[in-house]
């Protein structure tokens, strides 16, 4: 089982993932890296709201992608959204180190 750090809105997060999928969870984590200037703005310096707003910005993007996607996506698809999202809530939800 593989680890990395991910650097996001200034601080450091360990990430467990499975050997070689770590070139892909740093390629992520850039993306979120991308977007945590403005989220922080946004969220007036909070930690678990910067998360917040950068999701939520991602999310907009989704929702705004190409218009030839398909109109009903796998459900599959909606599964792992669902998914990730779960974790997204519960890892804002618990009490972090600094709290």
């Known amino acids: 089982m ?22 892909k969870l740093r390629a992520l984590g850039a993306v979120l890296e991308r977007h945590a200037a403005a989220a922080q703005r946004a969220s007036g310096g909070s930690s678990e709201r910067t998360l917040l707003y950068i999701a939520l910005i991602l999310a907009d993007q989704l929702s705004e992608g190409p218009s030839d996607a398909p109109a009903d996506p796998a459900p599959a698809v909606l599964e792992r959204i669902a998914e990730r999202l779960e974790a997204v809530a519960s890892a804002l939800e618990a009490p972090g180190p600094d709290a």
Request: charged share 25%.
């Open 2 to 23: 593989g680890q990395i750090t991910l650097n996001i809105a200034g601080r450091s997060h360990q990430v467990a993932c499975r050997d070689g999928e770590e070139p």
